[in-house]
């Protein structure tokens, strides 16, 4: 524990209370006990030191976005701390447990155990839904909140834990619409489809594979590769023999990046599609020139278009560098569990987790809210092209519109009314010329929607 | 038929690579029945250092192939003192400790090599300019690039180099008697501390042209990357037969080719019932069928004669 710049005098106390609370208040499954709230204040306000433990692998080949992930909790907590809440009458300090495991479910265990024997407050993390996963459990049996800002495997909220949540789309809602968007957006008829047997790249891949075959696209050939691989070049071969119209991959950056540069290599033509893995500025870097005109999906809407996104976005650049992936979400996560803190007026477990599940907060990357399992309320997917070696926005599909946007949401509908009937007046209007006349007229329609869902955008963006 | 040829194109680089690698292996194992696990972090330093200086050149204007020399020419010596000091440092003062203690401290050296290259490059990925031409050839339907030409050809002329240095040198000789019997090479006047000091340093020498190929075949460098591919060439090592260099060449090749057929074919094969993911497993399977029928590897003999 860190006490700068607090009087000496001041310190002692603090610490005391803050020994008392830690060791009396949490990680404890009696009835919730209004420790903090009953603590007198003295005229020095009292501190009270609350401890968030983060884990993400910080070695091994996804360091880079685990470090990220990090900084992205580790910018919250200190917005938090500049802000000096304060929290059932004391003030309250929010300090950072890091724990590194490497990716590896077996290490993600030990972490957890790790935090929840050190009783942290609460848990942002992990990165890996393959280490999420396991991890959720013990965080469960302990009853400590978890939020995860990038653990996107369906599993993780359906095991029934009441801990469980995360600020991010799962892998279903991920899956369905990139599996409708290689089909129809892309207009691939076959595809081939790799992954890399992690928890998350296989759960995205096997749901872009129904969503695909759902929307009438042949899967050529699914093939299998590890994310520690970097030679791709057997199961492209295999892959180019099939002459599929679009590639998927489920993974991460490290390994999407090498195999888009392969593809070129091999002279497999192809289009490439990959999810919010490889939706990194690390994936155009590794991949070259070869990127050039591929696609991503990243849940949520573009930062920039969020309130207070470029704001966030200026601010982390400005103190960490590039943003890799995933730190938005986790400071979102940070900021979901302080505002469940500062509702339930305690920073004990077992008080403020029934808050969590009533989050109405507005994030950086989302209005966030739960549902009943702890998903996020109708995640919406952006999806990304690679150009002049950029990731570009390309459009936003699923998901209803950001909640407290109802109004916009509203107007939205009526303008697509209106859309609608300036379709069927258009229609009628055409007389002999009726079909080619209704088929302007559809796009007239088409136009007018498109004009609505900016007007929804623009709305939201207001709000 | 093109497929096939295609994988086997893709075995043959894959292959050479990790012969190479291997050959760092064996040359050390062979000398002094020690497994150096910190090889595979040599290579990566190996590649890390020649990606920072061809970085900093990849604008001079330079013709790609000069600069990736001039990157090697920055590497190899930094390798070399690397592998020197690994040596001096970590298995020099074990050498009369019993088998397991250079095998730990092997070990610590590959986690604080590795961790070092962490904190000097940090944790995200370095990617490989395209200084290189990377002009496509067809042959019979399969594509290879120039660059994976050079490094098979590389490969071949640099495990050349050493067969000749080992076989027809004074010093290839002071090495096969220092293999043979340390005690007794030491009584016939070699200096054995001089000869191991350069057995790492050579290995670390040809690590530093494996990292330079890897970096720039997969475009790619990180200061995790050792790791995994130490680990294949250590099996590729142990599949030619450990300490034998023409051992080391045959495995590595055998391996990339196992691999890559493997990955290729092992869905066919079993009908979609084993994925490509299951090429390491196809990899160790074929491993473990070798020891069993030849415990010392392919071209191993009793470990009376190595290196």
Same mark, same amino acid.
């Given at each position: 524990?860190?006490?700068?710049?607090?009087?000496?005098?001041?310190?002692?106390?603090?610490?005391?209370?803050?020994?008392?609370?830690?060791?009396?208040?949490?990680?404890?499954?009696?009835?919730?006990?209004?420790?903090?709230?009953?603590?007198?204040?003295?005229?020095?306000?009292?501190?009270?030191?609350?401890?968030?433990?983060?884990?993400?692998?910080?070695?091994?080949?996804?360091?880079?976005?685990?470090?990220?992930?990090?900084?992205?909790?580790?910018?919250?907590?200190?917005?938090?701390?500049?802000?000096?809440?304060?929290?059932?009458?004391?003030?309250?300090?929010?300090?950072?447990?890091?724990?590194?495991?490497?990716?590896?479910?077996?290490?993600?265990?030990?972490?957890?155990?790790?935090?929840?024997?050190?009783?942290?407050?609460?848990?942002?993390?992990?990165?890996?839904?393959?280490?999420?996963?396991?991890?959720?459990?013990?965080?469960?049996?302990?009853?400590?909140?978890?939020?995860?800002?990038?653990?996107?495997?369906?599993?993780?909220?359906?095991?029934?834990?009441?801990?469980?949540?995360?600020?991010?789309?799962?892998?279903?809602?991920?899956?369905?619409?990139?599996?409708?968007?290689?089909?129809?957006?892309?207009?691939?008829?076959?595809?081939?489809?790799?992954?890399?047997?992690?928890?998350?790249?296989?759960?995205?891949?096997?749901?872009?594979?129904?969503?695909?075959?759902?929307?009438?696209?042949?899967?050529?050939?699914?093939?299998?590769?590890?994310?520690?691989?970097?030679?791709?070049?057997?199961?492209?071969?295999?892959?180019?023999?099939?002459?599929?119209?679009?590639?998927?991959?489920?993974?991460?950056?490290?390994?999407?990046?090498?195999?888009?540069?392969?593809?070129?290599?091999?002279?497999?033509?192809?289009?490439?599609?990959?999810?919010?893995?490889?939706?990194?500025?690390?994936?155009?870097?590794?991949?070259?020139?070869?990127?050039?005109?591929?696609?991503?999906?990243?849940?949520?809407?573009?930062?920039?278009?969020?309130?207070?996104?470029?704001?966030?976005?200026?601010?982390?650049?400005?103190?960490?560098?590039?943003?890799?992936?995933?730190?938005?979400?986790?400071?979102?996560?940070?900021?979901?569990?302080?505002?469940?803190?500062?509702?339930?007026?305690?920073?004990?477990?077992?008080?403020?987790?029934?808050?969590?599940?009533?989050?109405?907060?507005?994030?950086?990357?989302?209005?966030?809210?739960?549902?009943?399992?702890?998903?996020?309320?109708?995640?919406?997917?952006?999806?990304?092209?690679?150009?002049?070696?950029?990731?570009?926005?390309?459009?936003?599909?699923?998901?209803?519109?950001?909640?407290?946007?109802?109004?916009?949401?509203?107007?939205?509908?009526?303008?697509?009314?209106?859309?609608?009937?300036?379709?069927?007046?258009?229609?009628?209007?055409?007389?002999?010329?009726?079909?080619?006349?209704?088929?302007?007229?559809?796009?007239?329609?088409?136009?007018?929607?498109?004009?609505?869902?900016?007007?929804?955008?623009?709305?939201?963006?207001?709000? | 038929?093109?497929?096939?040829?295609?994988?086997?194109?893709?075995?043959?680089?894959?292959?050479?690579?990790?012969?190479?690698?291997?050959?760092?292996?064996?040359?050390?194992?062979?000398?002094?029945?020690?497994?150096?696990?910190?090889?595979?972090?040599?290579?990566?330093?190996?590649?890390?250092?020649?990606?920072?200086?061809?970085?900093?050149?990849?604008?001079?204007?330079?013709?790609?192939?000069?600069?990736?020399?001039?990157?090697?020419?920055?590497?190899?010596?930094?390798?070399?003192?690397?592998?020197?000091?690994?040596?001096?440092?970590?298995?020099?003062?074990?050498?009369?400790?019993?088998?397991?203690?250079?095998?730990?401290?092997?070990?610590?050296?590959?986690?604080?090599?590795?961790?070092?290259?962490?904190?000097?490059?940090?944790?995200?990925?370095?990617?490989?300019?395209?200084?290189?031409?990377?002009?496509?050839?067809?042959?019979?339907?399969?594509?290879?690039?120039?660059?994976?030409?050079?490094?098979?050809? @590389?490969?071949? #002329?640099?495990?050349?180099?050493?067969?000749? *240095?080992?076989?027809?040198?004074? /010093? !290839?000789? &002071? =090495?096969?008697?220092?293999?043979?019997?340390?005690?007794?090479?030491?009584?016939?006047?070699?200096?054995?501390?001089?000869?191991?000091?350069?057995?790492?340093?050579?290995?670390?020498?040809?690590?530093?042209?494996?990292?330079?190929?890897?970096?720039?075949?997969?475009?790619?460098?990180?200061?995790?990357?050792?790791? @995994?591919?130490? #680990?294949?060439?250590?099996?590729?090592?142990? *599949?030619?037969?450990?300490?034998? /260099? !023409?051992? &080391? =060449?045959?495995?590595?090749?055998?391996?990339?080719?196992?691999?890559?057929?493997?990955?290729?074919?092992?869905?066919?094969?079993?009908?979609?019932?084993?994925?490509?993911?299951?090429?390491?497993?196809?990899?160790?399977?074929?491993?473990?069928?070798?020891?069993?029928?030849?415990?010392?590897?392919?071209?191993?003999?009793?470990?009376?004669?190595?290196?």
């Amino acid at each position: 524990m860190q006490f700068t710049r607090v009087p000496s005098t001041m310190l002692a106390v603090a610490a005391a209370l803050a020994a008392a609370f830690v060791t009396a208040g949490c990680g404890q499954k009696e009835e919730a006990k209004p420790q903090v709230a009953a603590v007198p204040v003295p005229a020095a306000a009292p501190e009270v030191t609350v401890r968030l433990g983060h884990v993400a692998p910080l070695t091994g080949p996804q360091a880079h976005l685990g470090k990220d992930n990090e900084n992205g909790a580790r910018m919250a907590v200190d917005e938090l701390n500049a802000r000096g809440l304060e929290i059932g009458g004391a003030k309250v300090r929010f300090e950072l447990l890091a724990e590194d495991d490497q990716a590896d479910p077996k290490q993600g265990t030990i972490v957890a155990q790790k935090l929840v024997d050190a009783k942290v407050n609460g848990v942002i993390g992990h990165l890996n839904s393959g280490t999420t996963i396991p991890a959720s459990k013990l965080y469960a049996d302990a009853g400590i909140p978890q939020i995860s800002g990038s653990a996107t495997n369906p599993k993780y909220t359906q095991q029934g834990f009441k801990t469980a949540f995360r600020v991010m789309a799962n892998d279903v809602q991920q899956g369905k619409i990139l599996g409708g968007f290689a089909v129809q957006q892309l207009a691939a008829k076959t595809v081939a489809i790799v992954d890399d047997r992690s928890a998350y790249g296989q759960g995205l891949a096997d749901e872009f594979e129904k969503a695909a075959v759902a929307a009438g696209a042949k899967v050529a050939t699914r093939e299998f590769t590890t994310d520690k691989a970097t030679d791709f070049a057997a199961i492209l071969t295999k892959i180019k023999s099939k002459k599929p119209d679009l590639v998927f991959y489920g993974g991460m950056d490290a390994q999407g990046g090498p195999m888009a540069k392969q593809m070129k290599t091999l002279g497999l033509k192809a289009k490439f599609l990959t999810g919010d893995g490889g939706c990194t500025p690390e994936f155009i870097k590794l991949g070259g020139d070869a990127t050039e005109g591929q696609y991503c999906s990243l849940p949520g809407v573009p930062l920039e278009k969020m309130p207070g996104g470029k704001d966030f976005g200026d601010k982390f650049t400005a103190k960490y560098g590039q943003i890799q992936l995933y730190a938005p979400y986790v400071y979102d996560a940070v900021m979901v569990a302080a505002d469940a803190m500062k509702r339930a007026n305690s920073v004990d477990p077992a008080v403020y987790l029934a808050e969590v599940g009533k989050t109405d907060y507005p994030g950086v990357t989302a209005r966030i809210q739960f549902d009943a399992l702890g998903d996020l309320k109708g995640g919406s997917i952006s999806l990304y092209r690679v150009k002049d070696g950029k990731w570009e926005y390309v459009e936003t599909l699923g998901g209803e519109p950001a909640a407290g946007a109802q109004e916009a949401v509203a107007e939205a509908k009526e303008a697509v009314k209106e859309a609608a009937k300036a379709t069927g007046e258009a229609a009628k209007a055409a007389g002999e010329a009726a079909k080619e006349m209704a088929r302007e007229g559809v796009k007239a329609g088409a136009d007018a929607v498109k004009n609505a869902a900016e007007a929804t955008k623009a709305a939201v963006e207001k709000k | 038929m093109d497929i096939l040829l295609q994988q086997i194109i893709n075995g043959l680089v894959l292959g050479s690579i990790y012969a190479l690698v291997a050959l760092g292996y064996t040359m050390v194992y062979g000398i002094m029945g020690l497994i150096n696990f910190a090889h595979g972090e040599v290579v990566m330093i190996g590649a890390l250092v020649a990606l920072a200086v061809i970085r900093l050149l990849a604008d001079s204007g330079l013709p790609g192939v000069v600069v990736a020399l001039v990157g090697l020419g920055a590497a190899a010596p930094v390798c070399m003192a690397v592998g020197f000091t690994i040596e001096r440092v970590a298995y020099r003062p074990l050498r009369r400790a019993p088998r397991l203690a250079p095998l730990i401290t092997a070990i610590g050296v590959s986690i604080v090599l590795q961790n070092l290259a962490m904190l000097i490059w940090g944790r995200n990925y370095h990617a490989f300019p395209p200084i290189l031409p990377t002009s496509q050839h067809e042959v019979f339907g399969a594509t290879i690039t120039s660059l994976q030409v050079a490094i098979v050809l @590389i490969a071949a #002329l640099m495990m050349g180099g050493l067969m000749l *240095l080992v076989q027809r040198t004074r /010093l !290839g000789r &002071a =090495m096969r008697a220092t293999a043979e019997n340390p005690a007794i090479a030491q009584l016939m006047g070699v200096d054995i501390n001089r000869i191991i000091s350069l057995t790492f340093v050579i290995g670390s020498a040809l690590a530093a042209v494996a990292g330079l190929m890897v970096s720039a075949n997969y475009s790619i460098a990180h200061y995790y990357m050792g790791f @995994i591919l130490g #680990l294949k060439a250590f099996t590729a090592a142990v *599949l030619g037969g450990i300490g034998k /260099l !023409g051992g &080391a =060449m045959l495995g590595g090749i055998l391996l990339g080719l196992i691999e890559s057929l493997g990955a290729g074919y092992i869905g066919d094969l079993t009908g979609g019932f084993l994925g490509s993911h299951y090429q390491d497993v196809f990899a160790f399977f074929v491993l473990i069928c070798v020891l069993v029928f030849r415990p010392s590897g392919l071209v191993g003999e009793k470990a009376a004669e190595r290196a």
